[in-house]
């Protein structure tokens, strides 16, 4: 079945520095992408997302960039605050073919 | 925090039981979903449901059974055919079947001995 890949699975920043996390994807019908993000002990929450027909999204200090022809997406962090500690995942969804599918997470750690 | 909620927190079995969980959401929403979450793996999903008194089964759903009888409840049984049930599991829900936020519950983590 489809996997999504997601790298690094661990990412340690200062504050302030930019962090980036990288998915691919296998499924060329996945068309939606979401992140969230889980902070300890919490549950996942979304925090931006992609469609398939968009190549960036922005939302204050984090953006989305897609590749549909490389099959690849990836979430950047600007200006990390400590607050952004937490594990993020990635999803390649088709809800046309009613495939889910997360990455297996990342877990960032911004030293103050 | 509010909107979807599980129980229990923390949940204890002998091996061999059948124990459910439950998923209950006020969001009005119409698809929900129940994934496992392990240690170092992504959310994988087992069963989701569209629409009342209707599933599909995701990529794990040997060993688990659902029901969706009102559109606010969406109980997992995990039975004592699950070969590894000791896991973390997350419910979720979402307005609809089609691209948008999934809202998750706080989870059951079920240990089974």
């Known amino acids: 079945g489809e996997n999504v890949e997601q790298h690094p699975s661990t990412l340690s920043v200062q504050e302030g520095d930019s962090a980036v996390i990288k998915c691919t994807y296998s499924d060329s019908a996945s068309n939606y992408f979401p992140w969230y993000k889980q902070e300890l002990g919490k549950r996942p929450q979304l925090i931006i997302d992609i469609r398939s027909n968009v190549g960036e999204k922005k939302d204050q200090r984090i953006a989305v960039t897609l590749n549909k022809t490389a099959k690849h997406f990836s979430l950047h962090i600007t200006e990390t605050q400590p607050e952004d500690s937490a594990v993020y995942f990635c999803a390649a969804i088709s809800y046309n073919f009613n495939k889910f599918y997360f990455g297996s997470g990342t877990k960032l750690n911004v030293k103050p | 925090d509010g909107g979807i909620t599980q129980s229990p927190k923390y949940l204890f079995r002998k091996e061999g039981q059948n124990v459910t969980l439950s998923c209950e959401q006020n969001l009005n929403h119409d698809a929900m979903y129940w994934y496992r979450q392990d240690p170092g793996q992504g959310l994988r999903l087992i069963y989701y449901s569209q629409i009342v008194n209707d599933f599909q089964k995701g990529d794990i759903a040997e060993g688990y059974s659902v029901s969706r009888e009102k559109k606010e409840s969406f109980p997992l049984t995990v039975t004592s055919a699950q070969k590894n049930p000791t896991a973390f599991y997350l419910c979720?829900?979402?307005?609809?079947?089609?691209?948008?936020?999934?809202?998750f519950g706080p989870g059951t983590r079920l240990t089974v001995t």
């Open positions: 979720a829900s979402s307005m609809d079947r089609g691209p948008g936020e999934q809202y």
